[in-house]
């Protein structure tokens, strides 16, 4: 008698052994390298089922003759039959076939290989989706700045970069648009712009939204360096063409930054860096595309720092109003403030409105500037306006005439201030007038039907006919500066606008008078109001009473 119990325990673990790896749903197999100095002597020596399912193959066939493969694989193969380290590819394709695979390879003794193949299809396209919503902007599906920043890894990582170009692109009148219509159309403006960009700048190695209203263009062929700025007008192009969404006909501008690699950049942080600094030069220049250089002056560098700073500026107490007072001519009797706005930079002193207004309309924070402006003026001088019987006047910047919360917002800071009776007026500039009146005549008509003045400032400048002052829906002109001053010498344009300006019932008011021979002559011309240094400076609330003082008891001197 002999006890087969061991033995026929150990078949049957064999045979549960062999069942598992008979019906396991994945490819498994033996490779054994016959000469070990031979990649394409491996042969196939074992397979499973699922394995024989995929490729027919029996014992002994050459891996060659079973399946069409790379040199790469069999040389790899081979390594890991020789000892190599064990293999694996997570995603790999065979031949014929759309399903994807993940590849095992480990060592077996005597030059052999285990192999197993699993098909991974499924798991696959999850992670391939997961992959696309990671490299994708949702909104316009367009590659994302992860997207952006891997293929700029990608091209300048190799070890012949050539050539490339970035373009970055910041939409101009975005923000504006977004804030009066919604997001809504927002979103519907930057989809259509998007595909625009899509279908129109074919050939470019990537098209890119990197958030907001910015965009990305990556340029990678050979002539990307000259091929840079061609593509810069052809996107300012583009976006100059009228968009229509529902009954709205959008016109935006764009600031295109173009740096260039390996010019100016050889790593894909320091490119995105350089071109971002380019699109801020165009910014600061209203527009249009420039090119990164290391020598833009100093003059530009604090532009951009200013631009950089405004918007906290404004919320943080560092603007103030300054007030001018006005006179009305013949007895010099104080009528009227002008509010001036000032930057009390903390590096660069007190800077005056031509440094930073058209920063403020470029980077769309002029609405909050005039707000700031209006209530602050209100708050400080009303009660000097009230105990003298002043009027106040504010500039407009004709961009926010475009906002339709203006007109909202205006009425309720008017109505709550009480000055609904012609106290307040705005004085909008001729050439911003000039440029889009058909458009802001309306708002004009809204502003004024609020029981707020209007006032075209610096007249004379925009070059416009005097008779376009018909058309304009305002009270008041207001003669430039550069006029006022030449008056002594040729008084023709003035003495036409002081004429035309009352046949059309409008206040006329002269602006800069610096001396009493002016001061005359104006009077003489029946000019009805005017300021300037000869009744002083732009001063802080603080000082304006003063100011009034002094005025009213020189008045009969000068009067
Ligand atoms: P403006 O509205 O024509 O203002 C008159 C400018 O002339 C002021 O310059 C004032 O200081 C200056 N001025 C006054 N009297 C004389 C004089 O006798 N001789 C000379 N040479 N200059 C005189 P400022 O304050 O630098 O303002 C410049 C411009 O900035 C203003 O021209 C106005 O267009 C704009 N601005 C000022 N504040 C604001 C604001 O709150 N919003 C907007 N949008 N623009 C503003
Ligand atoms: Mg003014
Ligand atoms: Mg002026």
Not at 138 to 145: F, K, M, S, V
Not at 349 to 378: H, K, M, N, Q
Request: hydrophobic share 40%; glycine share 8%; proline share 4%.
């Amino acid at each position: 008698m002999v006890d087969e119990s061991a033995r026929w325990r150990a078949e049957a673990g064999l045979r549960r052994y062999m069942d598992f790896i008979e019906g396991i749903p994945v490819a498994l197999g033996v490779l054994h390298l016959v000469d070990v100095h031979d990649p394409r002597s491996l042969e196939v020596a074992t397979s499973n089922p699922a394995a024989r399912s995929l490729l027919s193959a029996n014992p002994g066939d050459r891996l060659l003759d079973v399946i069409e493969l790379d040199r790469h694989w069999l040389e790899e193969f081979s390594e890991v039959a020789r000892g190599g380290a064990p293999m694996e590819r997570p995603f790999v394709n065979l031949p014929d076939s759309d399903a994807v695979y993940t590849l095992r390879a480990v060592t077996l003794p005597e030059h052999h290989i285990g192999v197993t193949i699993e098909d991974v299809t499924k798991r696959a396209s999850v992670a391939a989706s997961f992959r696309h919503q990671a490299l994708h902007d949702e909104l316009t599906g367009l590659p994302n700045r992860a997207h952006l920043r891997e293929r700029l890894t990608q091209v300048m990582a190799c070890d012949d970069p050539g050539a490339s170009a970035l373009l970055l692109v910041d939409l101009n009148q975005f923000k504006e648009i977004n804030d009066t219509l919604g997001h809504h159309y927002g979103d519907r403006l930057l989809r259509a712009f998007s595909h625009r960009l899509s279908t129109n700048l074919r050939g470019c190695d990537l098209i890119a939204r990197l958030g907001g209203d910015e965009f990305a263009v990556l340029i990678t062929d050979d002539a990307a360096e000259t091929g840079a700025i061609e593509v810069a007008e052809r996107l300012l192009a583009l976006c100059g063409q009228r968009f229509e969404i529902d009954e709205f006909r959008f016109q935006i501008g764009a600031s295109v930054g173009i740096a260039l690699a390996p010019t100016h950049a050889t790593s894909p942080e320091s490119l995105l860096r350089k071109a971002d600094a380019a699109m801020y030069w165009a910014k600061a220049r209203g527009g249009g595309w420039s090119l990164y250089s290391a020598t833009h002056d100093d003059h530009d560098v604090r532009r951009l720092e200013l631009m950089g700073d405004l918007r906290d500026a404004i919320s943080d107490g560092s603007m103030e109003v300054h007030y001018q007072t006005r006179v009305r001519l013949g007895d010099n009797r104080p009528v009227g403030l002008e509010a001036l706005v000032r930057w009390r930079h903390p590096r660069y002193g007190l800077l005056p409105p031509e440094d930073f207004i058209e920063l403020a309309e470029v980077s769309g924070c002029i609405r909050e500037l005039t707000e700031f402006v209006t209530t602050t003026a209100i708050a400080e001088a009303s009660s000097v306006l009230e105990r003298d019987g002043l009027g106040l006047s504010v500039n407009l910047s004709a961009r926010t005439l475009h906002d339709p919360r203006l007109v909202d917002w205006l009425r309720t800071t008017v109505v709550e201030s009480d000055l609904d009776d012609g106290r307040l007026c705005f004085e909008i500039t001729e050439t911003d007038l000039m440029e889009d009146s058909a458009r802001s005549i309306n708002t004009l008509e809204a502003i004024r039907a609020l029981g707020v003045r209007l006032s075209v400032d610096d007249f004379g400048t925009g070059y416009s006919s005097l008779s376009y002052l018909r058309r304009l829906p305002v009270d008041e002109v207001k003669i430039d500066r550069s006029f006022v001053s030449d008056l002594t010498d040729d008084d023709t344009i003035v003495r036409a606008v002081v004429d035309l300006g009352h046949n059309l019932g409008l206040h006329v008011v002269a602006e800069g008078v610096e001396n009493a021979a002016i001061e005359e002559r104006l009077a003489q011309l029946g000019c009805d109001s005017a300021q300037g240094f000869l009744w002083g400076q732009p001063v802080p609330i603080s000082e304006v009473t003063d100011q009034l003082t002094r005025l009213r008891s020189t008045r009969p001197a000068m009067g």
